[in-house]
């Protein structure tokens, strides 16, 4: 028996199973990810993802307010 915690490597990411896919991205939510529950939607934990779906925009104050430089 092998104690070692380190001897086998970290698990591979493409083992994981595919749970759901995101409404915010649409891209595949793998099984132990976080995610963000909106009203009924799963999105990843990434404000990115979160944004698109929300149909937020970030921008700088000049741009929100219409400032031209």
């Given amino acids: 028996m092998n104690l070692d915690w380190f ?4 698990p591979d990411p493409q083992d ?6 995101c ?5 595949e939510i793998y099984e132990g990810e976080e995610v963000y529950i909106v009203h009924d939607a799963v999105i990843h934990a990434e404000d990115e993802c979160l944004f ?3 149909g937020i925009e970030k921008v700088t104050i000049d ?3 219409g400032v031209e430089k």
């Fill in 16 to 21: 994981a199973d595919v749970l759901a896919y």
């Fill in 23 to 27: 409404d915010g991205c649409g891209k």
């Fill in 52 to 54: 698109e779906y929300l």
């Fill in 63 to 65: 741009e929100a307010l």
């Fill in 7 to 10: 001897s086998q490597g970290l």
